[in-house]
């Protein structure tokens, strides 16, 4: 084979890439990439087991001075660590207050208390340093840890496909509700905050089903026993079984409906603890790299060119490139379908353009 014939081969696959590239930027993966794994991660995810170290307590309307007393009976029971994912910006009546921030300070003093608070996004999200949310008052006993979540809103109102576990904004950390929660549990984290810097695809074990669940008024009013709730991770906030409350709630890859969504599906509490069992139990959704992606192509288009060259008649050479462009295809689905059930994400989008792009191509070719 002639040099030019291998540059002109060469110079080829360089425009599939680019190309591929260039109409998959025209689609953002929150407008509809996204939707592919959402369909994949729906259907063929292995079900997961239920978390049993994470307890979540949704508070509804409980009022200050009756979440007070929940926290007091927690605390009867000695768990790991608790999670508070709401904020108390706004002061109510000083006896209120004053048994709300009672109940946080004799809480921490012997089991970790973590508040959630915010970034300030006049910075970029990852640079972005955490600000309080909360009345000093009820944040002088406790830790605090942001709870904001990644969003698309131009392409996918409220809707959490990511997560970023924390930022660094001057040379401090600044942790995520979750991470925080994480490290003190398990310190040995710390060694591998490296690999979860960024913004990370979340891999979700589950909804309310996933976790241990039980209603703060119940605890309250109803005497439910929680002496189970012994050395488990606590996460209280708003999860309204029935979904009648719809503050702080989001669209997961786990919605009932695929497209288009009308209902959103996941409260933010649960959001947090699926990051938080994936960072315990080390189970990050892992990413193939782009150059992978690129020999992909490369191999996929060697054998659309080797496929047509040695056959004599364009009729032959047009049919096996259409077989062959079809199974190609079929593959990276069905290689998309494997991985994201084992937890790998696949960034299938450009593939998908370049084998079509490729066929094409080698179509224009084959048929000159």
């Known amino acids: 084979m002639r040099i030019a014939s291998i540059l002109w081969i060469l110079t080829r696959i360089l425009i599939v890439i680019i ?10 993966p929150q407008a509809w990439g996204w939707r592919v794994h959402d369909l994949m991660y729906r259907y063929f995810r292995s079900t997961q087991s239920i978390d049993t170290q994470i307890v979540i307590i ?4 409980l009022r200050r001075e009756e979440l007070a007393r929940l926290l007091l009976r927690l605390k009867e029971v000695s768990p790991k660590i608790i999670g508070i994912d709401a904020i108390f910006p706004y002061p109510h009546t000083p006896h209120q207050d004053s048994l709300w921030r009672a109940a946080l300070c004799q809480t921490s003093a012997t089991i970790p208390v973590v508040l959630a608070s915010t970034l300030d996004l006049k910075h970029p999200l990852l640079e972005a340093p955490r600000q309080s949310v ?12 942001y709870a904001n979540m990644v969003l698309y809103e131009d392409y996918a109102p409220k809707t ?3 997560f970023f576990p924390y930022t660094v904004s001057q040379g401090d950390t600044h942790y995520s509700l979750a991470l925080r929660l994480a490290l003190a549990l398990q310190s040995s984290l710390r060694s591998r905050l490296s690999e979860w810097s960024g913004i990370q695809p979340l891999l979700y074990r589950g909804n309310l089903n996933a976790f241990y669940f039980a209603s703060g008024y119940e605890i309250l009013y109803d005497s439910l026993p929680i002496n189970w709730m012994r050395d488990k991770i606590i996460l209280i906030g708003l999860a309204d079984p029935l979904r009648q409350t719809l503050e702080d709630i ?12 009308d209902f959103p599906d996941m409260y933010g509490v649960v959001i947090h603890a699926n ?3 994936m960072l315990l139990h080390n189970e990050p959704f892992l990413r193939v790299g782009e150059g992978w992606i690129f020999l992909m192509m490369v191999v996929i288009h060697a054998g659309l060119i080797g496929t047509w060259m040695y056959l004599p008649r364009r009729w032959q050479r047009w049919l096996a490139l259409r077989i062959l462009q079809l199974i190609f295809l079929t593959l ?10 084992h937890g790998v994400w696949l960034p299938v989008e450009p593939l998908l353009w370049g084998i079509l792009i490729s066929g094409e191509i080698e179509l224009l070719q084959a048929m000159a």
Do not use: H
């Open 160 to 162: 959490v496909w990511e």
């Open 19 to 28: 190309l591929a590239y260039s109409i998959n930027s025209f689609f953002p």
């Open 275 to 277: 990051i938080l069992s």
């Open 134 to 145: 909360s009345l000093p008052a009820f944040t002088d006993c406790t830790e605090e840890a």
């Open 332 to 341: 990276a689905v069905a290689m998309t379908v494997v991985l994201v059930s």
């Open 58 to 61: 949704d508070l509804g309307q």
């Open 250 to 261: 989001f669209f997961t890859p786990l919605n009932p409906k695929l497209f288009p969504r």
